[in-house]
């Protein structure tokens, strides 16, 4: 394994002791899978944040747990190290605890370690039930700051909030839709990776409201569980379309939109018009190729600029006024991608 980095930043990095991280960069034996992985990931990690580690300035070591599809979580990643370097002198480092589906025991597990190991700051995307709350609640009152992403955790003490304002993204998804569709009589397919997660409630929520107020002719089917992953969601889709033959559109909350579209194509059906959320590189493709309508986007570099300022007033390094953790919602379609697009 790599020498390059001294073996307390690797040790630092992984969340490991000292004489753990040694036996694996010795390679003796009696040391599990687990942690050799563990170590190397926080060597590959360490090597794309090089070009912090010479800064001089306070360092923060910083937790980003999430569960998601890996095109977000990486999408995430890529915002993040991006907005690290223009924090200087402060030097911000991230430890990733990324799952595409976990169960709840083990996201709890992650955030008590956290508590033991410590941290500097957590980013968290998780479910919102009991047991995480009660964690998440109990990792704030040791000390250890936590800002949450996309969805949030309220009443467990969290610093703040990061993400787009989750019923306003689902009204404007009913607006575009409901604009698109007409009169009606028709429903939308609205597809949730899970029930567990309080930002795709809040978006279903909002964008229910607003269809029943203003476009009552349209209605919904929901499905959900797929967890954002293509395999699932296109099965649960598929299944939808079958059972009910007026689905003319989607609005897609949790993702797997490439499964969803061929849902429809395998079955021969139209799709007049499809909304979903972040502009990864499966959306951006499919709405090049014009198989999706648009994109309801936020900028996740500022995102994660907020939550590291977040951190930082947290430690007394900013003011006290507040930092709005609030995104604007970009409605982006085939016309106006952003040039910040054209490298996915």
Known sequence: MSRSFLLKDIALQAGLSLATVDRVLNERPGVREHTIRRVRQAIGELEKQREQIGLSGRKFVLDVVME????????????LEQAMPALQPVIFRARYHFAETRGVGDTVAIIEALQRRGSNGVFLKAPDVAEVRGATARLVGAGVPVVTLVTDLPDTGRQAYVGVDNRAAGETAAYLLGEWLGDGPARILVTIS????????????GFRQALRERYPALGIVEVSEGHGLDRNTGMLARAALQEHADVAGVYSIGGGNRAVVDAFASLGRPCRAFVGHDLDADNLELLRAGRISAVLHHDLGQDMRNACLHIMRAHGLLPKSPVSGMANIQVITPFNLPQTAAGL
């Open 68 to 79: 998601a599809p890996s095109r977000f979580s990486e999408a995430v990643r890529q915002g």
């Open 194 to 205: 899970s029930n567990r997660f309080r930002g795709e409630e809040e978006r279903e929520m």
